[in-house]
């Protein structure tokens, strides 16, 4: 029981409680995020498929049609003509990698359950259950699958967000990369950083596979805190964790970030294939360095909302 929380029955995610965000409540927030780019009337569903170790974002998508379609398919609103939200991360994640782990909105219908199990879907965490659902999550415990109801989680009572991160109320309406923006919020909150919070969302040039997600922290699942000299912070940045993740093989890489970048992960989003930065707000320091750098090298700077804001020198 990780996070205090019955339903992280995951065996990755056995622990003690901590006054931080479950990773698993970042996806099913992400998937929330992915419902509302749903060009459709009704059933706006988001769905997020994740390797069984919780590191890697296999595939995500929302009923619809193909991210990269969106607004192009001309009946999305009639009945049942677009995609289901599973099937289009089922579609993107593929069946190589077997026990994937999936988080969606609404239970999956019959027929996606049915995807998800000739998928290699082992975990289903969903957030509500309608009765078509209902027959869905029937199917997958038939199939001796783990099927978990969860509800949004709250922290306890260390208020509600940091300061400078997105409260948890989303638009009816949403971009992917602003999904891609909240997931890296949502992953944020994750950090252990006490002075900052930052995320980062890594996809690839169409936007429409994840390939590395981080938040800044330390050692993944120890407190390595000991090890640290005491004029240092210690702490690998979020964009840091994202790009060991993603790796440099793939290239023209779009990066979603809580905070602007300083100017080592500037480099190393250079360095790595980054050809665009998406980004929330300055930095603690308002250092701009890192912005600088990757605007001489020739990369786009992108802010998240409306006109790029003055920052400190
Ligand atoms: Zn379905
Ligand atoms: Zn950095």
Redesign the pocket.
């Known amino acids: 029981m990780k996070d205090g929380r019955p339903e992280n029955t995951h065996p990755l995610n056995c622990g003690a409680y901590q006054d931080r965000i479950p990773l698993f409540e970042s996806f099913l927030r992400f998937a929330e995020a992915l419902a509302r780019c749903s060009p459709a009337a009704a059933h706006r569903t988001g769905c997020v498929l994740v390797s069984f170790n919780l590191e890697r974002v296999l595939g995500a998508g929302f009923s619809g049609g193909a991210a990269s379609a969106r607004g192009i398919a001309g009946n999305a609103r009639s009945r049942d003509s677009h995609l ?1 939200a ?2 289009h991360a089922l579609l993107i994640a593929g069946a190589v990698e077997k026990d994937k782990v999936m988080f969606v909105t609404e239970a ?2 019959r ?2 359950a049915v995807r998800a199990i000739n998928s290699g879907v082992s975990h289903v965490y969903y957030r509500t259950a309608s009765a078509r659902g209902r027959k869905g999550l029937e199917l997958l415990r038939r199939a001796g699958k783990a099927v978990i109801h969860y509800p949004r989680w709250r922290p306890r009572g260390a208020g509600p967000h940091p300061p400078g991160l997105v409260a948890g109320r989303l638009p009816a309406s949403m971009t992917l990369p602003e999904a891609y923006q909240r997931f890296a919020e949502a992953l944020a909150l994750r950090s252990t950083d006490g002075s900052q919070k930052v995320g980062c969302v890594v996809v690839s040039a169409d936007l429409e596979r994840v390939l590395g997600v981080g938040y800044n922290g330390g050692a993944a699942g120890m407190n390595d805190r000991d090890f640290i000299p005491v004029d240092r912070s210690g702490y690998v940045h979020a964009e840091e964790n994202a790009l060991l993740k993603a790796g440099a093989i793939e290239k023209d890489k779009v990066m979603f970030l809580t905070h602007t970048p300083c100017v080592m992960c500037a480099k190393r989003a250079i360095n790595s294939g980054v050809m665009r930065v998406h980004c929330r707000q300055p930095n603690q320091r308002g250092d701009a360095m890192g912005l600088e750098l990757l605007r001489q090298a020739g990369k786009q700077v992108v802010w998240w909302q409306g006109e790029p804001r003055r920052l400190r020198r």
């Open positions: 289901h599973e099937e999956p219908c027929l996606c």
